[in-house]
Each structure stands twice: as structure tokens, then as C-alpha cells.
């Protein structure tokens, strides 16, 4: 498949490239007889007329590719385009202005009639941009009226940039589902504009009265509104619900729409996260960009949740080479194939290896030599690594330590550390281990060229092992769904935007920081559990029982994201915050390491947990919740 997706675009540049060599010497040829009104001087074909199609193929050609107009979707072909391909010819005959006025008293350019050169300019931007364009218009004239009885009446929420680019796709798609009749947007001066044919016909809260219009008949609505608030959703899809539409797609938050272009292809069922009431989170890509572009990264965990989400989140932002980590060989085959299915073009490596296997991974770094890794293997359950201690410190302490030291060894620009909101005042052998880590990055900081960063973070949203599909697994079986306490919160975070944020901290980090993300504000998990129940058609204690289990060792009631043990600081992100935490003493650190490699592998509990108390004053292995 990815020959053949190589063979099509390939085709592509070939037909556009041909078509334009030729309508390029059309256009000079055509300049030239309608300068001269249909006879062109016998003496212009020996050099004027042939030096200048030369010139213009020279720059046009050229100017075109690199101004991206062999490379874009001329299905979805928009004003963004026609600019980009007027900023080309406009450059293209600049260029070649210039070339003709350097020349103009060389025997073969001697009396070139000046005008030729502004018909031709304006003839190669008719001919070029006609090529292009003549699909898009065949697309919105014909394909569109003949499949239109197949197609359902569908609402379009947002009148935007969003809700014109989903528009706009919509109408260029031949085989897509909706029949755009109408657009609801709550801006006054929308009001009664129409957008590529299709008029404003109200706000939101005339969703109801418009869909139950006999006239209209509408049968599926489409929300593009990726900039707003979850309440601003939630609204939405109830007076969707309420109207009876059952086939509702949103468009995704801003966090998944990196490039700020969405299409027909972006579409997706409404999620809980969209309803639940959180803020949208902004962020600076061009920094991410500046940070990513052209280097190369290598992910640890990257079979996990956030590891893969990490890898399809920074292949966007155009890295030389992704390298992807893990022991788990279906997880990493699946991520491989997926990314190489959407961007087939990059290099994308894939590695088997355990993380505290050292002599593999050295020889890994040896080989690739990443400039930028994103360690996010380790271990997270709370209840396993409380019965699993040694593991626990084998993989989140020591694998942590080989990672971080091969990254300082061989020339790693950065290191940016997955931490956890549970390495504040742990109560879990998870949490504290995951300190452990900080304290090895802090330390390894100060040591080399390479900048050691941590970032903390509380729950993801539908990560592998989380509440929400553990939840999801119950309201399926018919219930009940087990809350462990009534007042038990966390703090939620989608898993696009803890990674995006997660970048953005590495952007920005300069070495032996601990920044903590800002997950906005903590969720009770028995609201969370109704409001799934609801998103399930069902009643809470009515299809559906909600029962109360007991806090399981080592759980908190409540996740103490954004206070660390001696505070934090703000940044120039109001969602990232630095943590103001003690200089690590190396010697201690060191001891504390060797004593605990020699203790997991008697695998004694209680001794582990004595040692990371040493570790970490703040450790309180006793407290249950």
C-alpha cells in the first residue's frame, strides 16, 4: 500500500509538472501572437521568443515545487491555494523581469516587447491554476447533484474557519454521507450569510426548532466548534439529542489539530471527554515545531498509551527519524504500521528492547543516536507495584537510570521524563519510584551537554488501564459500575493534550527542572461514572447500579497535581508550572541506588520501601488513601 501511495503521488507531480511545462510555453507563445495581433515577427522564433519560454521554465518550474504546488490535495483546493499559487508565477516572473533586464543588450534579447511579459504572467496563472482548479469546480457542479439523494440533510455547527473548511470538504467529497442544508452559529453577524451556498439559520439554541422543521428534515448534525469550551459542546449535542439526532460527529479540540486544518476525513463520534467540563488547552507550536523539526527522537514505552500517542503527535511536526522503543512487539508493530499508513514518507524505526537491559540499549544509542528521548516506559498500576515492589524499582528506578545515562553518554540533546502527579508526598511504591526518577534527571543535569527535564502529570483520559474503559467494560455488561469512594477525585487530561503539553515543556525546559501540567480542574469519579452511564443512553441507579468499593492500597482521595512539597512557579504557559524542589544530594543518591539494586533482588517489600523512605522524607508507604 505504501508503493502505491509513493507510485500516486509520483503520478501526481508528473501530470501537474508535464501539464505546466506545457502551458508555460503555451502561454509565452500566446503572449507573443496576441502582442503582435495574431502574426509574430519572423526574427523573434531565432532567439527572443525560444530564450524567453527557456527563462520562464527555468524559474517558474522551480518556484512552483518549492512553493508546495505539487504537493496539496487539489480535491480541497480553496483560497489558501490560489494565493500560494499567485505568490509562485508572481515571484516566477519577477525573476524573470529581472533575467530580461540584465540581458537586454545581448544580441538575442535586443528589442523584447516589454508588454509580452505581462500578458504571459497573466496567461500562466489562467492556464496553471485552471488545470488545478478544474476538478475542484467539476466536484462542486457535478459529483455533488449526482449523489445528492444518497446523501443525508445534515446541520453544520460553527460557522468558523473550522465549519468552512469541514463545509468545504463536505461539498468537494462525492462519496461522503452529508447533505449540508443549514449552519447554526451563536455570532450576530453571521446571521443570514451564506457560506459557499449553504445560509446561517440560527444559534444553538434554535437547534431543536430548526431540526423539526418540516422543510428541512434534517437527519444528522456535524459540530465544528474545536475551539470551544466542553460546556459550549455538551449544550450542542443535548438540543442534538433532544431534536432527535442520533448520528452526531465533532470535529476534534485544537490539541489534535496541529496544522489548524481539518477535513471530512477528521470527523469523529462525539466522546466523553468532549461533554465532560474541562478548559481547551493553547499551545505554542511553533516552539514545539522549532524544538522537534529535523531531529531525532526516540520514544521509550512506545506501545503504551502515552508513548504512542507522543509518537503520533511528533511525527507532525516533521522529525528526521522516529525510533520506537518497547518490549511489547504487537503494540510497537501496531503503532509502526499506523503511522507509516498516515505518514509514510518519514523514517520510522521500530526496537525491541527491555529498558534495563543495559548493554542493548547502549548499543541502540551507539547506533542511532537520538538527539531528543521521550521516556515514558514504566510501570503505573498503583495496587500491582504495591504487591510488585521490586519491579516497580527495576523498571521505573533502574531501567529510568539506564535510559537517562545512555541519553547523557551519547550526545542526547534533551531527555524529557514521564512523571506522574503521585511522586508528590507518595503513599505508592509507584509514586515514589517515579520521584526516584526526577531525583536521578536532576542529578544527571548538572553532569553533561544534556538537558534533563521531568514532567508531571495526573490521569489521561481513556488510557490503557484507566478508569473510563474499565467503566466502559461495566456499563457494557449491564453494571454494576464500581466506584472505590464517593468523594474520591482526580484530575483529567485527554491523552493529545497531556502529550502536546508534554512537548512544550521539553521545548522550553533547559535542563533539571520538574514542571507539573495543569489539568485545570479535579473530576469526582461518581460523576464521572453517571455522566458515562447518561453518555450510554442509560439512568444512573436506574438501568445501570453505581456501587462503592473501599480506596485500594496506596490511593489518595485526592491527587496533589499543583502542590508540590515546597511549591511551584509559573511559566510563560499558563498550563505549565515549574516545581520548586530541593538540590539532590548526589553522594546520598548514589548510596540510595546501590543499596536498592542490591535489595530487589531479594526482593524483600519492606526493605525497599524503607530505602525509598530515605530516598523521599515525604514517603508515607503506611497511608492507604
Not at 78 to 102: H, Q
Not at 153 to 161: F, N, Q
Not at 501 to 518: R, S, T
Not at 573 to 600: C, G, H, P
Request: glycine content about 6%; aromatic content about 10%; some cysteine.
Amino acid at each position: 500500500m505504501f508503493r502505491f501511495l509513493k507510485r500516486t503521488t509520483k503520478t501526481r507531480l508528473l501530470f501537474f509538472l508535464t501539464a505546466d511545462i506545457f502551458f508555460i510555453i503555451f502561454s509565452v507563445f500566446l503572449a507573443f501572437f496576441l502582442r503582435f495581433d495574431g502574426e509574430i515577427p519572423i526574427q523573434y522564433f531565432g532567439g527572443i521568443l525560444p530564450g524567453m519560454i527557456f527563462l520562464a521554465l527555468i524559474f517558474c518550474l522551480p518556484i512552483f515545487y518549492f512553493s508546495g504546488l505539487y504537493s496539496f490535495s487539489w480535491s480541497y483546493v480553496s483560497a489558501s491555494e490560489m494565493i500560494s499559487l499567485v505568490k509562485a508565477i508572481t515571484l516566477s516572473f519577477l525573476f524573470l523581469a529581472a533575467s530580461l533586464f540584465i540581458l537586454k543588450n545581448q544580441p538575442v534579447f535586443n528589442g523584447f516587447p516589454r508588454s509580452t511579459l505581462v500578458i504571459s504572467y497573466f496567461l500562466v496563472f489562467i492556464f496553471c491554476g485552471g488545470i488545478r482548479f478544474i476538478k475542484r469546480v467539476y466536484l462542486e457542479l457535478f459529483a455533488g447533484k449526482k449523489r445528492g439523494s444518497e446523501k443525508k440533510k445534515t446541520l453544520i455547527v460553527g460557522a468558523g474557519d473550522a465549519g468552512e473548511q469541514i463545509l468545504r470538504s463536505i461539498l468537494a467529497s462525492k462519496d461522503s454521507p452529508y447533505l449540508p442544508v443549514g449552519i447554526i452559529d451563536d455570532n450576530p453577524i453571521k446571521q443570514g450569510i451564506a457560506i459557499h451556498g449553504v445560509k446561517v439559520l440560527g444559534k444553538i439554541d434554535d437547534i431543536p426548532n430548526i431540526v423539526s422543521t418540516e422543510k428541512k428534515k434534517i437527519e444528522q448534525m456535524v459540530v465544528a466548534l474545536p475551539s470551544a469550551g466542553s460546556k459550549t459542546i455538551r449544550k450542542t449535542v443535548e438540543l442534538g439529542r433532544k431534536a432527535g439526532l442520533e448520528n452526531i460527529k465533532v470535529v476534534p479540540s485544537m490539541a489534535e489539530i496541529i496544522n489548524e486544518e481539518v477535513s471530512i476525513r477528521d470527523l469523529r463520534e462525539i466522546q466523553l471527554e468532549d461533554l465532560l467540563e474541562r478548559e481547551s488547552v493553547s499551545l505554542d507550536t511553533k516552539a514545539i515545531k522549532n524544538f522537534i523539526l529535523n531531529k531525532k527522537v526516540l520514544i521509550t514505552g512506545a506501545a503504551g498509551s502515552i508513548g504512542s500517542e507522543l509518537s503520533r503527535q511528533i511525527v507532525k511536526f516533521r522529525p528526521s527519524s522516529l525510533l520506537l522503543l518497547d518490549q511489547d512487539e504487537t503494540g510497537i508493530f501496531n503503532i509502526s504500521k499506523e503511522l507509516l499508513t498516515k505518514f509514510f514518507q518519514f523514517k520510522i524505526k521500530s526496537l525491541i528492547a527491555d529498558i534495563r537491559d543495559k548493554k542493548k540499549i547502549e548499543r541502540l544509542f551507539n547506533k542511532f543516536r537520538p538527539d531528543i528521548v521521550f521516556h515514558a516506559a514504566a510501570y503505573k498500576h498503583v495496587p500491582i507495584m504495591e504487591e510488585n515492589p521490586d519491579e516497580a524499582v527495576k523498571d521505573n528506578v533502574l531501567g529510568t537510570k539506564i535510559i537517562a545515562e545512555a541519553s547523557l553518554e551519547f550526545g542526547a540533546e534533551k531527555f524529557i521524563f514521564i512523571s506522574t502527579d503521585k511522586a508528590i508526598n507518595p503513599t505508592s511504591v509507584m509514586g515514589a519510584t517515579k520521584r526516584v526518577g526526577e531525583m536521578i534527571c536532576q542529578s544527571l543535569s548538572q553532569k553533561g551537554a544534556t538537558k534533563f527535564i521531568s514532567v508531571r502529570f495526573g490521569n489521561v483520559l481513556d488510557s490503557r488501564g484507566s478508569v473510563i474503559p474499565t467503566f466502559k467494560k461495566q456499563i457494557k455488561k449491564g453494571g454494576p459500575v464500581e466506584v472505590t469512594h464517593p468523594d474520591m477525585k482526580r484530575y483529567f487530561m485527554t491523552i493529545p493534550e497531556a502529550c502536546l503539553l508534554v512537548m512544550q515543556a521539553g521545548a522550553m525546559g533547559q535542563g533539571g527542572e520538574v514542571f507539573v501540567l495543569d489539568m485545570g480542574k479535579p473530576i469526582k469519579i461518581l460523576d464521572l461514572a453517571k455522566e458515562m452511564i447518561k453518555f450510554s443512553g442509560f439512568e444512573p441507579d436506574k438501568d445501570i447500579p453505581i456501587v462503592f468499593t473501599k480506596p485500594r492500597l496506596g490511593e489518595k482521595f485526592f491527587e496533589e497535581i499543583l502542590t508540590a512539597e515546597e511549591g511551584t512557579i509559573s511559566t510563560k504557559s499558563q498550563k505549565i508550572f515549574r516545581a520548586k524542589l530541593s538540590v539532590v544530594d548526589e553522594n546520598k543518591l548514589k548510596d540510595n541506588l546501590e543499596r536498592l539494586k542490591e535489595t530487589v533482588e531479594e526482593a524483600d517489600s519492606k526493605k525497599i520501601k524503607d530505602i525509598l523512605k530515605e530516598f523521599i522524607p515525604s514517603y508515607n508507604p503506611d497511608k492507604t488513601i
